[in-house]
């Protein structure tokens, strides 16, 4: 089964700086999902890829198939992006029936 | 709008008995999941239903049980017999159950059990 690393695991940060959440994994996948988890619970998806880049407003993502590695930057960011960030991997192969290893999660709280 | 719906949002029950979550989606979509989330820990999946009057069990489906009866609807009842229930409860769908199509959740049920 992947192993899936999030890191930092809690990120404080001042509003307008630059943020950047990352995610490794052990097994080499066909996806990777970046999801935002709100602080009431609910999960929002934010990006699905499988190579290079996507950008979606202040939120950019980027993906290193060869290194295993994916990130997730905010720029100017906001204290309304304060939320657990959440990486899961699709293998192409195996893995569960959802077909998602998730990680545990990056808790940020932008302070204003 | 279309969405997932779960009620309720809180949920505390004493220990022994059984206890039911509801998830209800008009997206018209064919697959649905139910994830449990403890602090520290990733989404594990407990069961899913790729189309209706069918269900598998995920990773951790002791102790749960699921029906899967109409295509909107996919409750959940946790039972005596699951040791350690306290924990939030999240709901998903998809378009079907091809790997490619997005997840989409619900907003989730925090059961607390004494």
């Known amino acids: 089964k992947n192993e899936v690393e999030q890191s930092p695991q809690n990120l404080t940060a001042q509003e307008g700086e630059f943020i950047t959440i990352n995610c490794s994994y052990s097994?080499?996948?066909?996806?990777l999902h970046w999801l935002q988890q709100h602080p009431g619970g609910g999960i929002v998806s934010l990006f699905m890829l499988s190579s290079g880049k996507k950008k979606h407003g202040r939120l950019i993502a980027t993906i290193n198939i060869q290194e295993k590695h994916s990130s997730l930057h905010i720029t100017a960011s906001h204290p309304r992006d304060s939320a657990v960030y959440i990486c899961a991997v699709r293998q192409g192969s195996g893995g569960g029936a959802d077909g998602l290893t998730f990680g545990k999660g990056t808790h940020l709280i932008i302070q204003p | 709008d279309g969405g997932i719906t779960q009620s309720p949002k809180y949920l505390f029950r004493k220990e022994g008995q059984n206890v039911t979550l509801s998830c209800e989606q008009n997206l018209n979509h064919d697959a649905m999941y139910w994830y449990r989330q403890d602090p520290g820990q990733g989404l594990r999946l407990i069961y899913y239903?790729?189309?209706?009057?069918?269900?598998q069990k995920g990773d951790i489906a002791e102790g749960y049980s699921v029906s899967r009866e109409k295509k909107e609807s996919f409750p959940l009842t946790v039972t005596s017999a699951q040791k350690n229930p306290t924990a939030f409860y999240l709901c998903?769908?998809?378009?079907?159950?091809?790997?490619?199509?997005?997840?989409?959740f619900g907003n989730g049920t925090r059961l607390t059990v004494t």
């Open positions: 998903a769908s998809r378009r079907d159950g091809g790997l490619d199509s997005p997840l989409h």
């Open positions: 097994v080499g996948i066909s996806a």
């Open positions: 239903s790729q189309i209706v009057n069918d269900f």
